[in-house]
């Protein structure tokens, strides 16, 4: 085996959802953690965990993750997680949560609920504790906690964090201005002239890694999402945890010029190829490949 293969982190660029994944795995597989991270949201106490899950979708959004434990009361308590190592919040993303939470107590999923932040700790300082979020948990703190446990994957997801801390440290969210009026030109683009798409709002900063505009807002089933993806070069039509080969299997032959089944992992998606936008780059010589987006958007919708 060579010394540059062994010489390599295991995981090449950790993003929020390996993060999440990893965090999936400790809450399934230790107790400990689990009473940890339920001490630092729900408030101490005895509890039953029922379950954690990833990517939890609905009309209003995601929930990067969902536990849900049974205090000692007998009351259901859903903590609502998200993950953030460095890009931007979405406008009104904490209130989202919070809207679903009460959803969730409305149908009777669950008695109570918690929202959590959980991102590194120079991520987490400029936010502080406001009324945003319940909790705050630092990717610190979770290292902490779990280099107390005798768990034997806590090492890797020790490591895991370390590195996600230290892109954010190295990297973080930088406002460009250059972005940030790209993309306001954009927004500006969709409301005037397509206003049916009904796009999710975008941040007014923006930095040089672009967002992936989401269209069709309380229009489409809780798991299934239309985004433009503009450096990819593409708008996708995405169908969450459904197989390449189902989603093939039902539209084939029945697509029209220009789309194509994709894999998305772990999803499938149509998708419709258009040119690729540069947001560091003035946005009027991009302004028909921006429509050409859109009315990629207002076609995949009528399929």
């Not at 190592?85 to 918690?114: K, M």
């Amino acid at each position: 085996m060579s010394a540059e293969l062994l010489s390599r982190r295991p995981i090449d660029g950790v993003t929020e959802r390996e993060i999440d994944l990893l965090l999936l795995l400790a809450l399934h597989a230790s107790p400990g953690f689990r009473a940890f991270l339920a001490a630092k949201t729900a408030g101490p106490g005895d509890f039953e965990f029922l379950g954690a899950w990833r990517g939890v979708y609905d009309n209003l959004g995601e929930c990067d993750l969902l536990v849900l434990i049974r205090d000692a009361k007998g009351r259901r308590v859903a903590i609502m997680v998200e993950d953030k190592i460095d890009a931007s919040f979405q406008p009104g993303q904490a209130n989202r949560y919070r809207q679903r939470g009460e959803r969730g107590r409305a149908l009777e999923r669950w008695d109570r609920f918690t929202t959590c932040l959980c991102t590194p700790k120079e991520y987490a300082e400029p936010i502080g504790k406001g009324d945003a979020w319940d909790a705050i948990l630092t990717y610190e703190e979770i290292e902490a906690s779990l280099a107390a446990q005798e768990d034997t994957f806590a090492p890797f997801v020790r490591g895991a964090l370390r590195q996600a801390a230290h892109k954010q440290r190295s990297g973080g969210f930088v406002v460009s201005h250059l972005a940030s009026a790209f993309w306001a030109q954009y927004r500006r683009l969709q409301r005037e002239e397509f206003p049916d798409l009904k796009m999710n709002a975008l941040s007014e900063a923006q930095s040089e890694n672009d967002p992936w505009p989401r269209f069709a807002a309380g229009m489409l089933p809780p798991r299934v999402k239309l985004e433009h993806k503009p450096w990819k070069g593409c708008v996708d039509l995405t169908f969450q945890d459904m197989k390449f080969e189902d989603l093939w299997s039902r539209l084939d032959g029945l697509l029209p010029r220009g789309f194509d089944v994709c894999r998305t992992a772990p999803s499938a998606a149509v998708r419709a190829a258009v040119p690729p936008l540069n947001a560091m780059e003035p946005f009027e010589p991009q302004l028909e490949a921006a429509r050409m987006a859109f009315r990629a958007a207002e076609a995949l919708l009528r399929l």
